[in-house]
């Protein structure tokens, strides 16, 4: 004889609060019903029923959830009020800034709570935006003597025109009026960029150019190229050159506008170089020598070498020698 097969019945699901172990929805889709009103909450969750999401492992309904600035609507996902952001809500914003940026506050305190500022020292008003420059808050008119803005503690960055610590000094072309470069040393700051010049140095504002004879210094014709002007009208020459705009030279030490220049017989036009007036009469480097039938007379051969050449062409013979 052959028994039946033994069958078993399935058994019966838990119940958790009304809802059966094996439907979705059981302990609110978010743990396993194990045993009657029983509820193992999945990670996240907490509750009899895991009906309350935690966010950053703190209770949706725990007054400090989300920083206390918004709501624990699942499992790590906060709906933030307005101003505040972040995975907990944690940023915050002050004047529209966010609290992790580097410009909120004017980069000059913490943002501990919406449009709230923790002004570090020295920094004043709602956003920490004011600050003061030697005892004058930086919103007043007369901070930094009025030519520049405050814009950090102590620190004045001033105008065109002006400088100095707290911008009290006017400044010429980038030189302070209390330096003795200002005006290129040759005048007085007066105003921003507003140079009174000594006189012959007024050819431009900055006092930087100066005349010789209507010529600027630095041009190569300057003291007609034989020297430097060293001020206004003041010409230093080179050596071997003279007169006040160094246009007369000197030939073998007399100056070119003397009688006796040259041996009195040719132009000095430069200096030490004579132009012989006869130069097939007169040469040498200081036309002091004659010719004599083609030799001058510092030549051997002057005369044939038998007597002197006196003058243009005019020999002296020696003692028993005759003849032109």
Known sequence: LFSAPITFAAANPFDCYGTLSNETTVCNSHGTCTANDTCVCSTGYTGIECTIPL???????????????????????????????????????????????????????????LDNCTCATNYIDTFCQITSCNGTYSNESTVCSSHGTCGEYETCTCNAGYGSTYCETFECYGTLADVGSVCSGHGNCTGPNTCTCETGYNVVANCSIWNCNGIHHFEGSVCSANGTCASP?????DT??????????????????????????????????????????????????????GHLNNSALACDGNGTCTSYNNCTCDTGYYGT
């Open 55 to 113: 966010c950053n492992n703190i209770k949706a309904n725990e007054t400090n959830v989300c920083q206390g600035h918004g709501n624990c609507t699942a499992h790590d996902i906060c709906s933030c009020e307005t101003g505040y952001v972040g995975t907990f809500c944690n940023i915050n914003q002050c004047n529209g800034i966010y609290s992790n940026e580097t410009t909120v506050c004017s980069g000059h305190g913490t943002c501990v709570d």
């Open 233 to 237: 009208d003041n010409c230093v020459c």
């Open 240 to 293: 071997g050159y003279y007169g006040d705009n160094c246009d007369i030279p000197s030939c073998y030490g007399t100056l070119a506008n003397e009688t006796s220049v040259c041996s009195g017989r040719g132009s000095c036009v430069a200096k030490d170089n004579c132009v012989c007036s006869t130069p097939t009469e007169v040469g040498g480097n200081n036309c002091e020598y004659h010719y004599c039938y």
